[in-house]
T-cell receptor, first 115, second 111 residues
Framework: SQTIHQWPATLVQPVGSPLSLECTVE??????LYWYRQAAGRGLQLLFY??????ISSEVPQNLSASRPQDRQFILSSKKLLLSDSGFYLC??????????????FGPGTRLTVL | QKEVEQDPGPLSVPEGAIVSLNCTYS??????FMWYRQYSRKGPELLMY????GNKEDGRFTAQVDKSSKYISLFIRDSQPSDSATYLC???????????FGAGTRLTVKP
């Protein structure tokens, strides 16, 4: 069966510090991968998605970046965090060979607080 | 206007009540409509999906889509305390990379 991992689970960082969040998927190959941010009362905002190694699409211009160094690894980074980067960050995967609606499976999330 | 509108609640009901959760949307290209359930401090999990207009039933849950009104609903019958969670609607056109989520409605079912 497939599983998705995210770490760390929680993170408290000062403004201006760098960020690296990691997401890995097990039990599947060539998944589509996604990074979302969830702010209180604002739903899920798609930040990045990737259809393959080294292929990253950005949905929202910001000080965040994403990379996919391996097939099942997705990394969210920032060189300098802003207060507005606080939120709940979710990684998700979907099977591009699956059913038409391509169900997205979410990880447990990382709660980031920028102080 | 947001692409997907969902009342964030909170919504509190007694155990056994029928719950109605709703979303409206503006993009007529949306064809796939989903409901996700998210427990506190967890990632969302898919609960129901519907393609185009119509109804779909799964146990105590019924999803309805009215594309003419751009309105979708999730009904929960005989609600249980374990149904207490945030429910997010989501929708997409054919390309799933373009899925849009509502803000989520926080539901509490009191025993």
């Amino acid at each position: 069966s497939q599983t998705i991992h995210q770490w760390p689970a929680t993170l408290v960082q000062p403004v201006g510090s760098p960020l690296s969040l990691e997401c890995t998927v097990e039990g599947t190959s060539n998944p589509n991968l996604y990074w979302y941010r969830q702010a209180a009362g604002r739903g899920l905002q798609l930040l990045f998605y990737s259809v393959g190694i080294g292929q990253i699409s950005s949905e929202v211009p910001q000080n965040l970046s994403a990379s996919r160094p391996q097939d099942r690894q997705f990394i969210l980074s920032s060189k300098k965090l802003l207060l507005s980067d606080s939120g709940f960050y979710l990684c998700a995967w979907s099977d591009p060979r699956g059913r038409a609606y391509n169900e997205q499976f979410f990880g447990p999330g990382t709660r980031l607080t920028v102080l | 206007q947001k692409e997907v509108e969902q009342d964030p609640g909170p919504l509190s009901v007694p155990e056994g009540a029928i719950v109605s959760l709703n979303c409206t949307y503006s993009n007529s290209a949306f064809q796939y409509f989903m409901w996700y359930r998210q427990y506190s401090r967890k990632g969302p999990e898919l609960l129901m999906y519907t393609y185009s207009s119509g109804n779909k039933e799964d146990g105590r849950f019924t999803a309805q889509v009215d594309k003419s009104s751009k309105y979708i609903s999730l009904f929960i019958r005989d609600s249980q305390p374990s149904d207490s969670a945030t429910y997010l609607c989501a929708m997409s056109a054919y390309n799933n990379n373009d899925m849009r989520f509502g803000a989520g409605t926080r539901l509490t079912v009191k025993p």
